[in-house]
């Protein structure tokens, strides 16, 4: 059994939270540059602690999230998750996934429906770290750079304000190998219906400019300036009015959110989603649940279908760069 307390006390080592008390921002950085601040279990389970934490504390009027180094972040671990999608016919446990650590509760078999969508439903849940900013009722600006993709994506759609660099890329991989992903409907209302269609049909990432005419972001500086520019954004906001006025604005912000139906949207995703296994695919070799190639892991799948695509459309930034 994966102990999950041992995954999240890993995690407070992959993630920094601090404090300007005085202008009252609070700044969430992703630490995993070697991984590109890919995010494991561990991980979107603290980040929804300390986004919650943030919600409540009165010191903070305004959230941060970025990513040391050179990217935002490439989304969940594909490593740690590969064994959820494959078709080995193994059983597995996906407990820790929920934050449980009790061997007395036992997670259902593989080749049920509540084996995959359990989990996918429980994504739509602030607790899961998917949908935290959602329920946040302060200004998030998220800072991207990079590679904003799949989670890390997730909560760029679902941050307040984004402030990028003009070399960003924006996209979720799991559009190419699975079709779908937690935050798909508001995605359609950030960016467009016509627009994510071409994200979600053609599986390409999109940059910074293209998202910058989509409306999905809110200033596009070069990536010498992204740390001042978001500042600017960060302290104007924690400059304007009391918080409780924020929290005001918020709640009418999140009931128009939901009248739109974005909670709805990820419970119908997490429904989509439990359905992958009965997926089938229309040829040999084609990436996706039941295919061989899966065997050769999800990392390597995902770059051998990125090849597959011209060069300016590919989601790795070293692979643009061949034939």
Known sequence: MIDIEELKAEARKL?????????????????????????????????????FKANVDDDVKVLVIRGEGEHLGSGGDLGEQAGMFSDDGEDMSLLHEFGINDPSVKYPPKGSYRFLHSMTDHYAKTAAGNRP????????????????????????????????????????????????????WTWVETIGLRKFSEMLFTGRPFTADEMDKCQFINSVVPLEKLEAETLKYAMACSRSRPTDVVQVQKTFLEMY?????????????????GMLPMMTNDRNPQAGVGDDTFNKGLNNVVKDIDMSYPPEWRMGRSNRKKP
Request: charged residues 25%; hydrophobic residues 40%; negative net charge.
């Open 15 to 51: 993630i920094r939270y601090e404090k300007d008390e005085e202008n009252k921002i609070a700044y969430l950085t992703f630490n995993r540059p070697e991984a590109l601040n890919a995010t494991t279990v561990g991980m979107r389970q603290v980040y929804a602690e300390l986004v």
């Open 133 to 184: 900013l959602q329920d946040f009722k302060k200004v998030s600006i998220v800072e991207a750079k990079g590679y904003c993709y799949g989670w890390h994506f997730y909560q760029a759609a679902d941050a307040d304000l984004v402030v990028s660099s003009d070399e960003a890329l924006f996209g979720h991989p799991a559009f190419r190998y699975a079709g779908w992903g937690p935050r798909m």
């Open 257 to 273: 959110k939901q009248y739109r139906g974005e909670y709805m949207g990820s419970l119908m995703t997490g429904f989509v989603e």
